[in-house]
């Protein structure tokens, strides 16, 4: 079956910097679009960036743009989220998951499988 699980989460100063990384199994991961999208306590699933089957295009968020960079690994089935400069304002569960085909790959309700999240905080 589908597996996502995501890893480097953790707790970062202001400007400060984290890898995240989404291991996928269970499917044909150079097959299809992969994003990252986050969540904050009291607030909807909101999209940070996705990256296309071969990686040749790659789309941000405003929020994010210029300071996250998303890459994959289509040999080892990773995805990853190279997250600098961070705020306060990017503290959130970070989840990784699978675009549906044939969607913007902008909307929760256009991933069909979904990592259990990993956790980063800012401070201030």
């Known amino acids: 079956q589908v597996q996502l699980v995501e890893s480097g989460g953790g707790l970062v100063q202001t400007g400060g910097s984290l890898r995240l990384s989404c291991a996928a199994s269970?499917?044909?991961?150079?097959?299809?679009?992969m994003g990252w999208f986050r969540q904050a306590p009291g607030k909807e699933r909101e999209f940070v960036s996705r990256i296309s089957w071969n990686g040749g295009r790659t789309f941000y968020a405003d929020s994010v743009k210029g300071r996250f960079i998303i890459s994959r690994d289509n040999a080892k089935n990773t995805v990853t989220l190279q997250m600098n400069s961070l705020r306060p304002e990017d503290t959130a569960v970070y989840f990784c998951?699978?675009?549906?085909?044939?969607?913007?790959?902008?909307?929760?309700?256009?991933?069909?499988?979904w990592g259990p999240g990993t956790q980063v905080a800012v401070s201030s």
């Open positions: 998951a699978v675009a549906r085909a044939g969607t913007t790959g902008v909307l929760p309700d256009e991933y069909d499988y």
């Open positions: 269970g499917f044909s991961f150079s097959s299809y679009r």
